[in-house]
């Protein structure tokens, strides 16, 4: 958005539900790149215990503390530092709740309907007999606008998360863009980094590491439980000496997602080789160890000394406010919750242009006729009117195309075309932006 000021910081912010215990695959694909990105230069980086969140899993106050407390001491035994990067708690932040209410103005009951966690559960309710939304909590259908305001609240440009997280990110930037064009520009427009080198880990059956699975290795099992579990990760029938296929074993993929280049191709070897799976298994267990075993120390001092992690929190949710607090009281002011002396903004009418977002702009030609053209949010035009009799004839065109997208240019017959080089998905792209309720 600012090319001429190309050493602006990129951020970063990615939040933990703090549900669970942290797991190989939590630290394969998110602490540990997390970590790492962390230190790159021109980053930075808002990480947060998504505690908020927490609440629409889980009802159980204990184990929502002792997720809080084991996921801080993960990331921060995994080399976090929170001197770098802000790392807090989500309910440490006031104005996250605030913000997700100014986005619930704004946000299209439709957009909400759509998302595949909801639909998911309404189609387990049916399935089940039930009413579509048995059992559903609001908290469950409200994610998406707590997850947005949780990222536009600290504008951040970049959401590492997994792919199942990608219509989220998408959700916050349609709110950014509602907001930024009934308000003014305030929001960065998000988006998400995939990690795609970033494997999925499988777990103990071969299927994706996941608790709900229920075949994860806990990222600080003890030695004895961490042999054992490797133990029982699933293998092939081969027998030893019988050369063994690396594709679809999860014991390499594991060993893999630890080592390096050479190591695994030594591990490739050994596998045609005909190497013991009980062999294997030792490897496996020893190279995740030689990782593992410091940080399990770290992890162990911390978990025993939580006032020193409420601590940090603490130093994080200060260091998170002096963004918030001001940015909160500069949007208040834009909605118009604002003290009764001070002077109203500038009307915002044609705003939306100046800011960068689409706009139509209706105007009228030489020729008494009335036109409009629709440019995007760089102010390319996309679509071009011929020229109509009344202002009325124009407006009633425009709400057509704003409520039905690009099919009703096939109705409207000549009177608007695209103009050269603007694609049917730019199209629709842009004209989305002003139909949240639309499909
Ligand atoms: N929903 C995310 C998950 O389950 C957690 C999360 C909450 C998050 N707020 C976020 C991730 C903001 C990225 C940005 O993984």
């Known amino acids: 958005m600012h090319p001429e000021s190309t050493p602006s910081p990129q951020r970063f912010l990615t939040g933990i539900t703090t549900t669970g215990t942290p797991h190989l695959g939590n630290f394969v694909g998110s602490i540990r790149p997390s970590v790492a990105a962390s230190r790159m230069v021109n980053v930075q980086s808002y990480y947060f215990l998504a505690d908020y969140h927490a609440l629409i899993k889980c009802d159980e106050p204990a184990r929502i503390q002792r997720s809080t407390l084991e996921i801080a001491a993960s990331w921060l035994a995994a080399g976090l530092d929170p001197e770098r990067v802000t790392f807090y708690r989500q309910s440490d932040i006031p104005e996250i709740p605030e913000l997700t209410w100014l986005l619930t103005c704004v946000t299209g009951k439709g957009l909400l309907n759509r998302a595949h966690a909801y639909k998911a559960a309404v189609d387990k309710s049916q399935a089940a007999g039930n009413d579509p939304d048995a059992d559903i909590s609001a908290g469950l259908f ?3 606008v707590l997850m947005g305001a949780d990222i536009l609240m600290f504008k951040s440009h970049k959401v590492p998360v997994g792919r199942d997280q990608v219509q989220h990110i998408e959700m916050a930037r349609d709110m950014a863009l509602r907001f930024n064009h009934l ?15 970033v494997a999925l880990l499988p777990g103990l059956d071969g299927r994706k590491m996941s608790k709900s699975y229920d075949n994860t290795i806990p990222l600080f099992a003890p030695p004895g439980q961490l042999r054992k579990l490797i133990a029982s990760i699933v293998t092939d029938s081969h027998a030893p000496g019988e050369p ?21 191709q030594a591990l490739q070897q050994a596998y045609a080789g005909g190497i013991a799976w009980g062999d294997a298994k030792q ?8 990782d593992v075993a410091p940080m399990r120390e770290r992890y162990h001092a911390l978990i025993n000394d939580p006032e020193k992690i409420e601590d940090l929190l603490q130093a994080g949710a200060c260091k998170a406010r002096a963004v918030a607090t001001p940015f909160m009281r500069e949007l208040r002011q834009a909605v118009g919750l604002r003290k009764l002396g001070s002077p109203p903004a500038p009307a915002q009418k044609g705003k939306a242009a100046r800011t960068g977002s689409p706009a139509f702009k209706q105007y009228r030609e030489k020729d008494g006729k009335f036109y409009f053209k629709l440019v995007d949010a760089d102010a390319r035009v996309l ?7 009344s202002h009325q004839e124009a407006a009633l065109i425009i709400a057509a195309l704003q409520k039905e997208g ?4 096939t109705a409207l017959d000549g009177k608007v075309a695209a103009t050269q080089g603007s694609s049917v998905a730019d199209l629709a792209k842009v004209l989305q932006f002003f ?5």
């Not at 690009?406 to 240019?409: E, G, M, N, T, Y």
């Open 142 to 144: 409200m994610y998406p």
């Open 183 to 197: 308000y003014g520009e305030h929001f960065v427009l998000p988006e998400a980094a995939i990690e795609d080198s």
């Open 244 to 264: 063994k296929e690396t594709g679809g074993s999860a014991l390499f993929q594991i060993y893999q997602a630890f080592a390096s280049a050479s190591e695994t």
């Open 283 to 290: 490897l496996l267990f020893e190279r995740i160890e030689r």
């Open 383 to 389: 679509l071009q009117s011929q020229g109509f009799d």
């Open 406 to 409: 690009p099919l009703a240019l």
């Open 435 to 439: 139909a949240p309720n639309a499909n």
